[in-house]
């Protein structure tokens, strides 16, 4: 149970980055979407440098100072979304190694399909039905693939290489 003092610094500051990043996204309208994915990177971080536990309690922080700090709540329920999917990821990678890629799309779609159907104005500006809601799921499917590659990247290649640079 013993937390060094290091690994806590490395967190507030990692929580920082992620609340400074989300109030970018707020405001930066047209961006936002990247910046609560930029966020979430974070936490990504801090599982990979700090395990499960600690992980789970910047999760945590997160979620409680973008509440707080965070003007637009939508953002904040988004990133909360964006950031159980990877605590999920994360937590299960290991336990699953082989059903591992279906267990990260099944886990995107039981957040993704729920605001789909009962909350579309939050994705599709207009009357969504039918077709429009077949191709905005398969949108999504592709987004969420091109996401799930940059999270990857940056949290197991780029963070490794720049970790070294600067002597974390």
């Not at 929580?15 to 961006?31: K, S």
């Not at 930029?38 to 700090?50: N, T």
């Not at 909360?80 to 994360?90: F, K, S």
């Not at 886990?107 to 039918?130: D, H, R, S, T």
């Amino acid at each position: 149970m013993h937390v060094k003092p290091k690994e806590i610094a490395f967190l507030g500051i990692l929580l920082a980055l992620t609340c400074i990043l989300v109030y970018l996204g707020n405001v930066i309208e047209p961006n936002t979407l990247f910046f609560l994915c930029a966020a979430s990177f974070c936490l990504g971080i801090a599982f990979s440098e700090c395990g499960k536990r600690l992980g789970i309690g910047f999760f945590v922080a997160c979620t409680l100072l973008t509440f707080i700090l965070i003007p637009n709540k939508i953002y904040c329920i988004t990133l909360a979304a964006i950031n159980l999917y990877i605590v999920g990821a994360e937590c299960l990678k290991e336990r699953f190694p082989k059903a591992f890629l279906l267990i990260k799309f099944s886990l995107f779609n039981i957040l993704y399909v729920p605001a789909l159907l009962f909350m579309p104005q939050l994705i599709y500006k207009g009357k969504a039905e039918g077709v429009i809601v077949l191709g905005i799921w398969v949108a999504g499917q592709v987004a969420f693939a091109i996401y799930d590659y940059a999270y990857r990247f940056i949290v197991y290649g780029f963070w490794p290489e720049f970790r070294k640079k600067v002597n974390l």
